[in-house]
C-alpha cells in the first residue's frame, strides 16, 4: 500500500501563494504523482502531475501558468506552487499517485489518493 499525506493547506487572500506538500510512503513503489481539488457537491477535477524523474509535467488549463508542480524524489514529495491564487482556487486539494502520467490524469484511474487539504482563498 501507499499512503500519501498532504500539508500546506490554509487561508490566503486573492493574489497571494501557498505551496502544498505530499509526502509519500508504504510497500508499493510509485512513480507518477499529482494533483486534483474538489469543492464540495462538484466532481473532483486534475491539476497538476508529474512523472518520477520529474521530466514531464501536465497541468489543467485553469492553473497553467500559474501552478508548479515539482517533486523531491530523496524525501518522496512532490509539491505545489501556486501563485496568483483566486478566489475560484478555493477547494480541498488531493495528492494523488500512480504509475503512469496520463493514468494519473484520470480521477477513476488514481490507485492512490490522500486524505485531503483545505485551501481558501478570500476576495
Known amino acids: 500500500q501507499v499512503q500519501l499525506v498532504e500539508s500546506g493547506g490554509g487561508l490566503v487572500q486573492a493574489g497571494g501563494s501557498l505551496r502544498l506538500s505530499c509526502a509519500a510512503s508504504?510497500?508499493?513503489?510509485?512513480?507518477?504523482m499529482g494533483w486534483y481539488r474538489q469543492v464540495a457537491a462538484k466532481q473532483r477535477e486534475f491539476v497538476a502531475a508529474i512523472t518520477g524523474g520529474g521530466d514531464q509535467t501536465k497541468y489543467a488549463d485553469s492553473v497553467k501558468g500559474r501552478f508548479t508542480i515539482s517533486r523531491d524524489n530523496g524525501k518522496n514529495t512532490v509539491y505545489l506552487q501556486m501563485n496568483s491564487l483566486s478566489p475560484d482556487d478555493t477547494a480541498v486539494y488531493y495528492c494523488?499517485?500512480?504509475?503512469?502520467?496520463?493514468?494519473?490524469?484520470?480521477?477513476?484511474?488514481?490507485?492512490?489518493w490522500g486524505q485531503g487539504t483545505q485551501v481558501t482563498v478570500s476576495s
Open positions: 494523488a499517485a500512480g504509475t503512469a502520467l496520463l493514468r494519473l490524469t484520470l480521477q477513476s484511474l488514481v490507485p492512490y
Open positions: 508504504g510497500s508499493r513503489t510509485v512513480n507518477a
